[in-house]
């Protein structure tokens, strides 16, 4: 540990005291903002993707790490607007964690379809990330598109449920 003084200026005028190697106001990356430290650590962080990544919600996550979710969603937004530092780490761990949930969400649901002989699941995945190819469209051995309309598509769902 160094002799040496922050020197940094206080909102009061002065110049911190602190030395200079270990000032918790003024040797961060991220200063904290109205002299208030932030809530989010890398621990803090960690844990709440961690719970994000197995699914649990955001609400959740937040609570369980003694935040309020509007820090969480504020933490994110701040990480937007910074390139690096604990908010920038924290929207890229989030934004991850969000990723291998949906991933882990997908593989579980297709693997239920697959079991249980159930295309629907599938189909309604495609009509909704492809509408263009698969929206209530068939297509024939030749390409020809065939319009499927809504009456012969619930006609067709009534009887699948039937038997």
């Known amino acids: 540990?160094?002799?040496?003084?922050?020197?940094?200026?206080?909102?009061k005028g002065g110049t911190c005291q602190n030395p200079a190697d270990?000032?918790?106001?003024?040797?961060?990356?991220?200063p904290p903002e109205n002299g208030r430290d932030s809530k989010l650590t890398?621990?803090?962080?960690?844990?709440?993707?961690?719970?994000?990544?197995?699914?649990?919600s955001i609400e959740a996550a937040a609570r369980a790490n003694n935040v309020h979710p509007s820090n969480v969603y504020e933490w994110v937004n701040k990480g937007e607007a910074q390139e690096e530092g604990i908010y920038a780490d924290f929207r890229e761990r989030?934004?991850?964690?969000?990723?291998?949930?949906?991933q882990n969400y997908f593989e579980l649901i297709k693997e239920l379809a697959r079991e249980q002989?159930?295309?629907?699941?599938?189909?309604?995945?495609?009509?909704?990330?492809?509408?263009?190819?698969?929206?209530d469209t068939e297509t024939?051995?030749?390409?020809?598109?065939?319009?499927?309309?809504?009456?012969?598509v619930e006609v067709d769902e009534s009887s699948i449920q039937q038997h």
């Open 1 to 11: 540990m160094s002799d040496e003084l922050c020197g940094a200026p206080t909102t």
């Open 22 to 30: 270990s000032c918790p106001w003024h040797n961060t990356d991220d």
């Open 42 to 56: 890398k621990e803090r962080q960690e844990a709440i993707a961690a719970m994000v990544e197995e699914g649990q």
């Open 94 to 102: 989030f934004t991850r964690a969000k990723g291998v949930r949906e």
């Open 117 to 135: 002989g159930d295309h629907r699941f599938l189909m309604s995945m495609l009509k909704r990330r492809h509408p263009d190819s698969w929206d």
């Open 140 to 152: 024939g051995m030749d390409g020809t598109n065939i319009t499927v309309t809504s009456d012969v």
